[in-house]
């Protein structure tokens, strides 16, 4: 079989998915042939999740029994929280969440079960309590006491309410809900990829969600909206823009919150969340920030070389100042990607078991090959004698100096 190296895959096609389609130059996302755009503006996140699970949008009657399921499994196993309260208070969200949801597994007796029926209430589960992962890790980080769940609110609002101990307003739980449906799936994205490489090896849905946990916090990944975030508090007001981002590009350094791997368009997510995200600023007195961002965005695209290389803003650049909007803590940005994306993942997950092929590529080797055995005593001489001249030049003058130090 001839092989192709690629690396970084950016243009290989590892899995099929009906879950969402993209189309990077153009700049459109669609979840099972639904605009990303018109389910923004007219659907939630609980419809969203189960569309995605479903490949169609539920009818009343369906929405309504999926609505109660998801609140019936918001409550957390008290020893699941025992455990949360041994993970240091100094440690980050999005580490407390990856031990958290390894953690869940150890409560639900299905967790080994990979029949669909037993997967499909696995990601139910992983969906309703993400939240309340989050919220709980954040109160017991603060000292606060826990909050126990709504079971009356949806997803939104119940995280809202275990997070502050206070009803949200309509407003607050809209928006957090918009950002939920922006970010529940996304192709093959690194930590959706992670989550079914974990589970193409029949291992179980906990661990493929722990592993897409984990490779989401990174800051090319789920990272960047607490980045961007920083980057606008660093930079403090609107007249001090020009010279920041001026001197981040004249160092060639990467603005947080632009670019994408597969957009080389506008990211459909952040042309919606823009406008979004100015009504959620102007709502909660945040106004000077959005004007930031907008002037951020106005410089980078204004440079040539960034738009010849289809350098835009994400969905991490605008959905950083509504979290912030709504009073969350910038360590919290990233947990709330996840908490969404959990449908996602899930979703691929049964999807790839539903086909499933090891996802198991090749590695080109580089390094030196058919070597003989050395003996222990022998070993350092022929580690010298395999570097270079150079090399073992300073290796003999790091020695002198070594010996003549004694
Ligand atoms: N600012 C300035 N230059 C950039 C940026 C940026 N944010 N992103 C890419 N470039 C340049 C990069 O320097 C490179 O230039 P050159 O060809 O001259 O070396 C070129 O664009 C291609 O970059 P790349 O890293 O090879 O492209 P990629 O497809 O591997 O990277 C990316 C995609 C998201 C990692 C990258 O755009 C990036 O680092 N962005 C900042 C982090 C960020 O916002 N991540 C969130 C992504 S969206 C949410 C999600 O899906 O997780």
């Known amino acids: 079989m001839p092989l192709n190296i690629d690396k970084g895959l950016a ?17 459109v996302l669609e979840y099972a042939g639904y605009d990303i755009d018109s389910l923004a503006r007219s659907s939630n996140f609980e419809e969203t999740s189960w569309l995605l ?34 993970i240091p208070r100094t440690a980050a969200p999005m580490d407390a969440l990856r031990t958290s949801v390894s953690a869940m597994g150890h409560f639900d007796p299905e967790a080994d079960d990979n029949s669909v029926e037993a997967n499909r209430r696995k990601a139910l589960r992983l969906v309703a309590k993400t939240p309340g992962l ?12 826990l909050a126990a769940p709504d079971s009356s609110l949806s997803i939104a609002g119940n995280f809202l309410w275990m997070l502050t101990g206070a009803r949200p307003t309509p407003a607050m739980e809209r928006a957090l809900d918009v950002c939920l449906v922006l970010h529940a799936d ?26 897409a946990v984990g490779t989401l916090k990174g800051p090319l990944h789920g990272g ?16 001090k823009v020009d010279g920041y981002i001026n001197g981040k590009l004249a160092r060639k350094e990467r603005i947080m919150g632009f670019g994408h791997r597969v957009y080389k368009a506008y990211d459909p997510r952040a042309t919606y969340l823009k406008t979004f995200a100015r009504q959620v600023a102007s709502d909660t007195g945040n106004l000077p920030l959005f004007e930031m961002s907008r002037r951020i965005e106005e410089i980078v695209l204004a440079q040539p070389n960034i738009i010849e290389k289809g350098i835009f803003p994400n969905v991490d650049f605008y959905s950083a100042t509504t979290y912030y909007s709504l ?22 997950c049964i999807e790839q078991l ?3 092929k090891l996802i198991r590529p090749h590695a080109d080797y580089t390094g030196p090959r058919g070597l003989a055995y ?20 300073t290796m003999s003058v790091a020695a002198g100096a070594k010996s003549s130090s004694m």
């Open 186 to 211: 996304h192709g093959l994205n690194a930590s959706t990829f992670a989550a079914r490489v974990t589970i193409s090896t029949q291992s179980d849905m906990y661990s493929a969600a722990t592993t």
């Open 327 to 348: 009073g969350l803590d910038l360590d919290l940005f990233t947990c709330m990607f996840a908490a969404s994306r959990m449908s996602g993942w899930t979703g691929h």
């Open 224 to 239: 960047a909206n607490q980045e961007v975030m920083e980057m606008l508090l660093e930079i403090g007001e609107l007249e």
């Open 354 to 356: 539903a086909a499933n």
């Open 374 to 393: 050395v003996a222990i005593g022998l070993r350092e001489d022929a580690a010298t004698s395999r570097t270079s001249p150079s090399a073992r030049q």
């Open 11 to 27: 243009g290989t096609v590892a899995a099929d998915t009906a879950l969402s389609f993209i189309d990077g130059a153009k700049g």
């Open 53 to 86: 699970w479903n490949g169609r949008l539920p009818t009343s009657r369906e929405l309504a029994e999926f609505g109660s399921a998801l609140q019936a499994e918001y409550a957390l196993d008290p020893r699941l929280i025992d455990l949360i309260r041994t």
């Open 134 to 145: 989050i919220a709980t890790f954040d109160r017991w980080r603060k000292g606060k006491p």
